[in-house]
């Protein structure tokens, strides 16, 4: 069982948004520890999404967005398109310095 | 072009040993964190170590800690992880990922490779 906890699943239809949550503690994400958030396609390696709470790499839409508050954070996904369908990862850091992943969020595009 | 590019998995039985190997192209090698993470089939992300430069430090998963040991030969742009006391759990693919950004270690994982896998059966 991860220490972020995210829903294990999502859907929404196309044009529609989904925001999907990553509740930690305050050893974590409330101890001021940023949050990033990576997408992975189903036989890919993970993709860097968000960073630091709401930043987005470079080729990222602006459709996918990010946002903290307390101990918890949470991703955006607005005008869904066929090809966001992918599993969703939180990862932040608590106190000892370790990573940590959320258990991962399956949005399915209806 | 920034690449990582595991090696090194492949069929163990329980209590034996891996070493896998990352390779690294593109970048400085020596002036970014890097981390290993894992995924077991059909599961989630788990980190698994990291090391941190500067001056080095190195942080471990508790299901790996005593187990396995992260190193990295700056000369040979490859970071490694030895894997010993093999456990049917630690059965995955295993990634090797680098930070974004230079010299801070929370800055999250940009470029990733495409893993390698591990199973450890009898």
């Known amino acids: 069982q991860s220490v972020l906890t995210q829903p294990p699943s999502v859907s929404g239809a196309p044009g529609q948004r989904v925001t999907i949550s990553c509740t930690g503690t305050s050893s974590n994400i409330g101890a001021g520890y940023d949050v990033h958030w990576y997408q992975q396609l189903p036989g890919r390696p993970p993709k860097l999404l968000i960073y630091?709470?709401?930043n987005r790499p470079s080729g990222v839409p602006d459709r996918f967005s990010g946002s903290k508050s307390g101990t918890s954070a949470s991703l955006a996904i607005s005008g869904l398109q066929a090809d966001d369908e992918a599993d969703y990862y939180c990862?932040?850091?608590?106190?000892?310095?370790?990573?940590?992943f959320g258990g991962g969020t399956k949005l399915t595009v209806l | 072009e920034v690449q990582l590019l595991e090696s090194g998995g492949g069929s163990v039985q329980p209590g034996g040993s891996l070493r896998l190997s990352c390779a690294v192209s593109g970048f400085t090698f020596s002036s970014y964190d890097v981390n290993w993470v894992r995924q077991a089939p059909e599961r989630g992300l788990e980190w698994v170590s990291a090391?941190?430069?500067?001056?080095?430090?190195?942080y471990y998963a508790d299901s790996v800690k005593g187990r396995f040991t992260i190193s990295r030969d700056d000369s040979k742009n490859t970071l490694y992880l030895q894997m010993n006391s093999l456990r049917v759990e630690d059965t995955a693919v295993y990634y090797c990922?680098?930070?974004?950004?230079?010299?801070?270690?929370?800055?999250?994982?940009?470029?990733w490779g495409h893993g390698t896998t591990v199973i450890v059966s009898s």
């Open positions: 630091a709470n709401r």
């Open positions: 990922a680098k930070v974004l950004v230079i010299g801070f270690y929370y800055s999250g994982l940009d470029v």
């Open positions: 090391f941190r430069g500067g001056p080095d430090t190195t």
């Open positions: 990862q932040s850091y608590d106190s000892s310095l370790s990573a940590l």
